[in-house]
């Protein structure tokens, strides 16, 4: 029997770990859940027939899958796992992670016998739910091909090199939707103090070259509506922006653009605050035009 373990029950996690609980079923694993706030593994265990664990269990799991908020988090549950590891584990960290990181992480465990893929996802909570996201995953590709029937919950996973370039992959990605988000509030809401009609614009935008995930989805789903519902925080899209630009400078790269965004992803993150859906950055853009994007 394999045993799989599923570390951080968060807004991705839990779902991540429900598929990974229903595949385990079909195939005669285990799943052990372990989630920093213990009720959480509870629930999971009571709702997906998971099994809670300690640490210390989850250590001598032979996959270990971890999705916490930063490489921090993933370094703070390592130092604590690392005696009880078993070799030939392999570790498959869906934290959109730092690559500087996960370099330091794969050597760690490699010296436990442990292999240690970045793997971070993209889809969002939907995608998560769903059992339909796409995996990054940056390490040996060997060791890839032998955990992809684990990955449950991934529709689409691409090797994208060694390690830590999930990481990156996740990062530029995620500064990307956070240039789009942020030029296409400010072109909102200049349009919005010219008088013109925001849902026309974006009728128009979206059938033309402007368009992205933010001003098909993003935009008319949260923004416009005010909702703003909290599924992926806006503090999480200020750290992937500042690894991008950590990685820039890792390869004496130029990117101002995403650097600027970056930047201002880390003002909205202190004026709105950090637990607001990424969508609420725009407020920020509203107050600099006293001009709601609505
Ligand atoms: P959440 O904030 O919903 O969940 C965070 C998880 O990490 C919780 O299980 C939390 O435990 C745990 N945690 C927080 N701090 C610690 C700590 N110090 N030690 C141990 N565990 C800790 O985050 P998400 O699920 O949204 O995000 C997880 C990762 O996935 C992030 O790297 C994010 O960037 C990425 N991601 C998120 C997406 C989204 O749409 N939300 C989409 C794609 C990637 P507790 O329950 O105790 O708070």
């Not at 029950?9 to 779902?15: E, H, Q, S, T, V």
């Not at 990156?168 to 809401?189: D, H, I, P, R, S």
Request: aromatic share 4%; glycine share 10%; charged share 15%.
């Amino acid at each position: 029997m394999t045993t799989l373990a599923f570390l951080g029950l968060g807004a991705m996690g839990d779902p991540m770990a429900a598929h990974l609980a229903t595949y385990a079923r079909a195939h005669g694993h285990r799943v052990l859940v372990w989630n920093r706030t213990a009720a959480k593994a509870g629930a999971h265990a009571a709702t997906h027939g998971t099994h809670p664990a300690t640490l210390e269990e989850a250590a001598a799991a032979d996959v270990i899958f971890t999705c916490l908020p930063t490489s921090a988090e993933v370094d703070e549950v390592m130092h604590q796992m690392r005696p009880h590891l078993r070799p030939g584990a392999t570790w498959v960290d869906c934290t959109s992670g730092h690559p500087d990181a996960a370099t330091r992480q794969a050597a760690e465990l490699a010296a436990h016998g442990v292999t240690f893929l970045d793997a971070p996802v993209s889809g969002g909570t939907v995608g998560a739910q769903q059992g339909r996201l796409t995996v990054m995953v940056g390490g040996d590709a060997a060791a890839m091909d032998a955990a992809r029937p684990h990955l449950a919950f991934a529709d689409k996973v691409v090797h994208v090199g060694g390690t830590g370039a999930g990481f990156a992959v996740k990062a530029v990605n995620n500064a990307l939707l956070g240039v789009t988000l942020w030029a296409t509030g400010e072109g909102l809401a200049v349009l919005g103090r010219a008088g013109v009609n925001l849902g026309a614009a974006l009728d128009v935008i979206n059938a033309s070259s402007g368009r992205s995930n933010a001003s098909e989805n993003l935009i008319p789903q949260r923004v416009l509506t005010r909702e703003f519902p909290p599924t992926f925080a806006l503090g999480l899209l200020a750290k992937d922006a500042g690894i991008a630009v950590d990685l820039t400078q890792g390869v004496q790269g130029s990117a101002p653009v995403i650097a600027q965004v970056a930047a201002l992803l880390r003002a909205a993150q202190h004026v709105v605050g950090p637990a607001e859906d990424h969508t609420a950055a725009l407020k920020l853009i509203e107050a600099m035009n006293a001009k709601e994007i609505l």
